[in-house]
């Protein structure tokens, strides 16, 4: 099983993107869902994470206020709304168990915010 996350694209700055994280035959409800992106040079880090089952939720500080994240338990999605991007959001977003399990890691998706 792994988490696979979509939704990334080209994006100009202050503008926003949804990105999308699902499993099959994974029942992400069951779980902490956290997303995490990793930038050109850098190490992965966290970015937010929703709880199970009372989907408290939580963001890294460069986050707060722009992205917002939920989870649809009949798609069986996490979602991580993202707007007022800024160039520094760019990297590879991945999402995954929280704390992360190392079989989950799926390929990620591209965000990059550029004009």
């Known amino acids: 099983v792994q988490l696979q996350a979509f939704g990334g694209g080209l994006v100009q700055p202050g503008g926003s993107l949804r990105l999308s994280c699902a499993a099959s035959?994974?029942?992400?409800?069951?779980?902490?869902i956290a997303w995490f992106r990793q930038a050109p040079g850098k190490e992965r880090e966290g970015v937010s994470c929703?709880?199970?089952?009372?989907?408290?939720?939580y963001y890294d500080d460069s986050v707060k206020g722009r992205f917002t994240i939920s989870r649809d338990n009949a798609r069986n999605t996490v979602y991580l709304q993202m707007n007022s991007l800024r160039p520094e959001d760019t990297a590879v977003y991945y999402c995954?168990?929280?704390?992360?399990?190392?079989?989950?890691w799926g390929q990620g998706t591209l965000v990059t915010v550029s004009s």
């Open positions: 995954n168990t929280d704390p992360p399990r190392s079989h989950y």
């Open positions: 929703i709880s199970s089952p009372d989907s408290k939720t």
């Open positions: 035959g994974f029942t992400l409800d069951n779980y902490a």
